[in-house]
């Protein structure tokens, strides 16, 4: 019966709402992911990448005359060690300046503000789960597009440690850093300026045409990396959160990289990638 409810379930008549923290009130006054951000990054995203490809190769041609060796110029073309350093400074440098834009230029708390909120245990083996069911789904998906297997990232794959090096960065540093830029920058942007879905199908988009010069000729394989970003970008709407993005892109990255690691016995048969 109503007497007997306890107080706090009855409303009161002179209740007023709750008013909003300090931090969401500073946050909805900020300039923040608006449109000159987006033009900012872009521009240093560009000296980033030719700053990144001089320090690269002036470091290789350092260590190169250090241990008497000769200096290929195309050695970032076809070289995966370097690719990977190339893609590690780059990264870093990105960072910097997000960091940079946030919480010095905006002054806002830089991990809230790309909505990166701590997943219980729960949670975390939910999205290693999806990650990992993504995967097969993309591997058993049907050929829609013209494809081929000798694709450029399936070239990388020269040796065995070059192949465990990849599997590393694939796994533990591209995961954190592609979602860090496409699934927090980029879709807060588009989220808080054109809408949600906008944001949802623009970072899909977005993600998918850096790898292109990886698939070049596989455009099957593409399409399927357009519909793995597509279920990080959802997933990314649907909770509001960076994390679960995170987590997914990184068991997706490391349920692949695995199968290729049983494939190819422990990636001593990496021919087998180009072959079959």
Same mark, same amino acid.
């Given at each position: 019966?109503?007497?007997?409810? *306890?107080?706090?379930?009855?409303?009161?008549?002179?209740? $007023?709402? @709750?008013?909003? &923290?300090?931090?969401?009130?500073?946050?909805?006054?900020? &300039?923040?992911?608006?449109?000159?951000?987006?033009?900012?990054?872009?521009?240093?995203?560009?000296?980033?990448? %030719?700053? $990144?490809?001089?320090?690269?190769?002036?470091?290789?041609?350092?260590?190169? &005359?250090?241990?008497?060796?000769?200096?290929?110029?195309?050695?970032?073309?076809?070289?995966?060690?370097?690719?990977?350093?190339?893609?590690? %400074?780059?990264?870093?440098?990105?960072?910097? !300046?997000?960091?940079?834009?946030?919480?010095?230029?905006?002054?806002? *708390?830089?991990?809230?503000?790309?909505?990166?909120?701590?997943? $219980?245990?729960?949670?975390?083996?939910?999205?290693?789960?999806?990650?990992?069911?993504?995967?097969?789904?993309?591997?058993?998906?049907?050929?829609?597009?013209?494809?081929?297997?000798?694709?450029?990232?399936?070239? /990388?794959?020269?040796? *065995?440690?070059?192949?465990?090096?990849?599997?590393?960065?694939? @796994?533990?540093?591209?995961? !954190? /850093?592609?979602?860090?830029?496409?699934?927090?920058?980029?879709?807060?942007?588009?989220?808080?300026?054109?809408?949600?879905?906008?944001?949802?199908?623009? @970072?899909?988009?977005?993600?998918?045409? *850096?790898?292109?010069?990886?698939?070049?000729?596989?455009?099957?394989?593409?399409?399927? %990396?357009?519909?793995?970003?597509? %279920?990080?970008?959802? +997933?990314?709407?649907?909770?509001?959160?960076?994390?679960?993005?995170?987590?997914?892109? &990184?068991?997706?990255?490391? +349920?692949? /990289? @695995?199968?290729?690691?049983?494939? $190819?016995?422990?990636?001593?048969?990496?021919? !087998?990638?180009?072959?079959?």
């Amino acid at each position: 019966m109503l007497e007997e409810m *306890p107080e706090f379930q009855i409303p009161r008549d002179d209740s $007023t709402p @709750t008013a909003p &923290s300090p931090d969401v009130e500073v946050m909805r006054a900020s &300039s923040l992911w608006c449109w000159p951000d987006l033009v900012l990054f872009l521009g240093f995203a560009l000296v980033a990448f %030719v700053l $990144t490809y001089v320090l690269v190769i002036v470091g290789y041609a350092a260590l190169e &005359s250090l241990i008497g060796g000769r200096v290929d110029p195309n050695a970032l073309q076809h070289d995966t060690v370097l690719n990977i350093a190339f893609q590690i %400074v780059l990264y870093g440098l990105l960072f910097g !300046f997000l960091y940079l834009l946030v919480a010095v230029y905006h002054r806002q *708390p830089f991990w809230s503000s790309f909505k990166l909120r701590k997943l $219980t245990r729960r949670q975390v083996l939910g999205y290693i789960a999806g990650g990992f069911f993504v995967a097969v789904g993309v591997q058993f998906a049907p050929t829609l597009l013209p494809d081929k297997q000798d694709f450029p990232l399936e070239q /990388m794959f020269t040796s *065995p440690q070059v192949a465990l090096a990849l599997g590393v960065f694939a @796994t533990l540093i591209a995961p !954190f /850093m592609e979602e860090l830029i496409f699934r927090g920058f980029l879709f807060s942007i588009f989220e808080r300026q054109v809408g949600l879905l906008v944001a949802v199908i623009a @970072t899909a988009v977005l993600f998918a045409l *850096p790898h292109i010069p990886e698939y070049r000729g596989a455009w099957n394989h593409l399409l399927l %990396v357009f519909l793995a970003g597509l %279920v990080f970008s959802l +997933t990314r709407g649907l909770t509001g959160s960076l994390a679960p993005s995170i987590v997914l892109h &990184s068991a997706y990255n490391l +349920t692949l /990289m @695995t199968g290729l690691f049983f494939a $190819t016995q422990h990636f001593r048969n990496l021919g !087998f990638i180009v072959a079959r």
